[in-house]
């Protein structure tokens, strides 16, 4: 019948293998990073163990592959797993069989990183862990080579680039007063949560170029996205501007793979004739031996956006509610999500700073000495790293302890880590100032940090410029009795 042709979009394949490449990628990312960090952060020893998380879990709303039992080995060989899955859907494997074989590969990508996800507490407590497992899903969906590109998965990853953007800016929107006024820029940059190597550059711009970028930045997220509907070629040059100013916020910052995520969903709105119009290596004959989509294949995919579509509801009255939700999930599976990030922006950077001491006495007297972490700032010479897409957990929560309390359960627990030198945490660390030894004590100091300006860093050679706050936790010591002090 040649109405079912509709639902073939010939001319997109080269969109679907940036799409199953891309996100592949990033779930390899995920899984590198869940078995370098989960074991010392979550694990039996860690710091919020997951056997303890799952003695009141709720078995029937969190699915997991853990609910049964949790051990490392067991994490270590799900990660394994997840690992040779991507790997296998990066290079295409896959993608080479029947339609079924990348739909069960990402599925099982999705379902062992919920199974991750869904005990990670707040170490997983990010907006891009319940998108990349919507888009892992949805992904699932695009077929392979045997195949044409659904239509109306494609069209349903382009709803789901929409929910990102256009929700992150009307977070913005209904934000803080510096997203309406312009000056959101003049803090961000140095006040965000895990610098990048050219953060500091990108904040010493000057003010009327920040306010330039937020004026980009609101045409980007609250205009263009409404084109990745429009007919060719306004859509591909749609998915273009994101592509551009998703770029731009990767080398400007560390945001783990959110921005990463954005770029490659964004390829749902290129066509081929466009692609191979900005890049004529890229070939406009791509399904020449292709055969015809198969009704069995056709009506999962169907099924597939039926369900994806009847779940948008909820997602699409948040979009336009006065409270909104922000990263928000409205189903157990996580699919079909709210997002948004950043809707008020840190004016002041306050960063908390860990140091220990082997003296006898935590005095002034004492040689007190700092942890170094791998991506939040410290050291004041330091170039801040480009870490992203991989994501430093435990760098990232440290960020958020000034903002809320440090008296997060989890956080005692890794300065008691640090007076047993675990070397599982140290692992985590940069640097650690006593070689794998036990420090006699920890202690715990606020710090004001900004960047230095270019006359501050020609007569200095110091790139951070900091000044003490507070002293939220004094000294403690595993030999002595220690309580919460503030």
């Given at each position: 019948m040649d109405w079912l042709s509709w639902f073939d979009a010939a001319d997109y394949?080269?969109?679907?293998?940036?799409?199953?490449?891309?996100?592949?990628?990033?779930?390899?990312?995920?899984?590198?990073?869940?078995?370098?960090?989960f074991p010392a952060l979550l694990g039996e020893r860690g710091l919020l163990p997951v056997p303890d998380h799952l003695a009141g879990f709720s078995r029937l709303r969190r699915p997991t592959l853990f609910r049964w039992r949790y051990s490392d080995g067991l994490l270590r060989g799900v990660c394994a797993a997840g690992l040779v899955v991507s790997a296998l859907l990066v290079a295409g494997v896959p993608q080479l069989g029947p339609p079924w074989v990348p739909l069960i590969a990402f599925l099982a990508l999705w379902l062992l990183y919920m199974s991750i996800v869904n005990v990670g507490q707040t170490f997983y407590g990010f907006g891009w862990e319940m998108l990349l497992l919507e888009a892992?899903?949805?992904?699932?969906?695009?077929?392979?080579?045997?195949?044409?590109?659904?239509r109306t998965i494609l069209i349903l990853i382009a709803w789901l680039v929409f929910r990102l953007e256009f929700g992150a800016g009307m977070i913005k929107i209904r934000g803080g007063r510096e997203w309406r006024d312009l000056t959101a820029l003049y803090y961000h940059h140095e006040t965000q949560p895990m610098p990048g190597p050219l953060s500091?550059?990108?904040?010493?711009?000057?003010?009327?170029?920040?306010?330039?970028?937020?004026?980009?930045?609101h045409f980007a997220q609250l205009v263009v996205p409404f084109l990745l509907f429009a007919p060719q070629p306004a859509a591909s040059v749609a998915a273009g501007i994101i592509i551009a100013t998703q770029l731009w916020l990767v080398a400007s910052g560390n945001f783990a793979w959110l921005n990463w995520i954005a770029i490659v969903l964004a390829f749902a709105s290129v066509s081929d004739p466009v692609a191979h119009a900005v890049l004529p290596i890229i070939p406009l004959d791509w399904h020449a031996g292709t055969q015809e989509t198969p009704l069995w294949w056709l009506a999962i995919t169907l099924a597939a956006a039926a369900l994806l579509l009847a779940l948008s509801y909820q997602p699409l009255r948040n979009l336009f509610s006065k409270r909104q939700l922000m990263n928000a999930s409205f189903n157990r599976w996580q699919l079909v999500n709210a997002y948004g990030a950043f809707g008020t922006v840190t004016k002041q950077r306050i960063e908390i700073v860990v140091s220990g001491t082997l003296d006898d006495e935590p005095d002034t007297t004492?040689?007190?000495?700092?942890?170094?972490?791998?991506?939040?700032?410290?050291?004041?010479?330091?170039i801040p790293r480009q870490w992203a897409p991989y994501h430093l957990r435990l760098d990232w929560l440290m960020w958020f302890l000034p903002l809320?309390?440090?008296?997060?359960?989890?956080?005692?627990?890794?300065?008691?880590?640090l007076l047993e030198a675990d070397r599982a945490t140290l692992r985590l660390l940069r640097h650690d100032p006593f070689d794998g030894g036990t420090p006699r004590w920890v202690r715990v100091r606020r710090y004001h940090y900004r960047f230095a300006t270019r006359a501050e860093f020609r007569a200095s050679g110091n790139r951070w410029v900091r000044t003490f706050l507070s002293e939220p936790i004094p000294p403690l010591s595993l030999r002595r009795p220690q309580g919460r002090q503030g």
């Open positions: 394949e080269f969109a679907r293998q940036v799409l199953q490449r891309g996100v592949a990628a990033l779930f390899f990312v995920a899984f590198l990073s869940s078995l370098n960090q892992g899903f949805t992904v699932a969906f695009l077929g392979s080579d045997q195949t044409n590109p659904p500091r550059q990108a904040h010493l711009l000057p003010k009327p170029l920040h306010r330039v970028e937020v004026v980009g930045n004492a040689d007190w000495r700092e942890y170094g972490f791998k991506g939040k700032p410290g050291d004041l010479r330091r809320r309390t440090v008296h997060e359960e989890w956080f005692y627990a890794f300065l008691g880590k």
